[in-house]
């Protein structure tokens, strides 16, 4: 601090004269004291919150992975249903039936892969959901830090989500 420069400048503002021994530099003192405190108390605060993002996003990876597995076993569940519907009517039809029955599978697949996709775009609603509560937490968090590394912590979030449910469409088409 140049109390030379601030006597100056107050004298022009003021037309005052204060001394360099003037009580007000203590003052002065006394606040840039109090501030470097308190910023080191901010600066460790922010050093908490970002050790806690890991933690928070492994928590989101395995909500979303329950929520991708249950769609997996309901798949696998109607799919296992289907096959049992197919063979008894197959068993109890003739051959001019047994064209039917391939309609009327077709038709129960359809809506079984209807049923999925609503269950998909329902289970990725809501973790688009988690996902945004998830982003405000951590922008909360995370005051003070770099935006482009908060960025691309969320982009790796989409991306993982996006795969998750590639894989999942992947699946499903696969096993129609």
Known sequence: MDKKKIIAEIASRHGMLIH???????????????IDEKAEEIRAAIGKGEESIPYLLDIKRKEIDE????VLAA????????????????????????????????????????????????EMSQAA???????????????????????DMLW???????GGISALLFYVTLFQ
Not at 80 to 100: P, T, Y
Not at 130 to 137: F, P, V
């Open 156 to 162: 790796m979030g989409a991306i993982a989500i996006v």
């Open 67 to 70: 929520a991708a597995g249950r």
């Open 75 to 122: 798949t696998d569940a109607l799919v296992e249903q289907r096959e049992q519907l197919s063979f008894m009517l197959k068993k109890d039809v003739d051959n001019e039936l047994r064209g039917r029955v391939d309609d009327y599978t077709n038709q129960v697949m359809s809506a079984i892969k209807t049923t999925i996709e609503q269950t998909v775009q329902t």
């Open 20 to 34: 360099e021994d003037d009580p007000a530099f203590y003052i002065v003192d006394i606040a840039t004291m109090i």
């Open 129 to 151: 959901v988690t996902i945004q509560a998830a982003a405000k937490e951590l922008e909360q968090a995370r005051l003070g830090l770099r935006r482009n590394q908060l960025q």
